[in-house]
Nanobody
Framework: EVQLQASGGGSVQAGGSLRLSCSVF?????????????IGWFRQVPGKEREGLSY????????NYADSVMGRFTISSDNAKNTVYLQMNSLKSEDTAVYYC??????????????????WGQGTQVTVSS
């Protein structure tokens, strides 16, 4: 069974940076079992739908971003650590949310849609103060 654990959230002032980590368990990034997996990042604020931000396909490194974070957020993966990162720069108050990582076997495009992901980690809170 695939399990994910998100971490790295915290409080930061506007303009600052944070790096979120998503540790993935249940398959090895370097193994054949990783062939079809894509790891994505989402965020959610109370009263709103979960917003898809970015994803990376583990084997070929293909990435994509939502317009709202393009140029400010960077997704990457470390096969040795079985971990996906989301580097968040130039943070704004509107980036305040609970951030989640998720995994899917679906071949993705845009937009990044919540119901295409099967496995979810717990959230990590990011608070950006202006």
């Amino acid at each position: 069974e695939v399990q994910l654990q998100a971490s790295g959230g915290g409080s930061v002032q506007a303009g600052g940076s944070l790096r979120l980590s998503c540790s993935v368990f249940g398959f090895n990034f370097d193994s054949y079992a990783a062939d079809d997996y894509t790891i994505g990042w989402f965020r959610q604020v109370p009263g709103k739908e979960r917003e898809g931000l970015s994803y990376v396909k583990i084997t070929d490194g293909r990435v994509n971003y939502a317009d709202s974070v393009m140029g400010r957020f960077t997704i990457s993966s470390d096969n040795a650590k079985n971990t996906v990162y989301l580097q968040m720069n130039s943070l704004k108050s509107e980036d305040t949310a609970v951030y989640y990582c998720a995994a899917t076997l679906v071949e993705l495009g845009l937009p990044i849609v919540e119901n295409e992901f099967d496995y979810w980690g717990q959230g990590t809170q990011v608070t950006v103060s202006s």
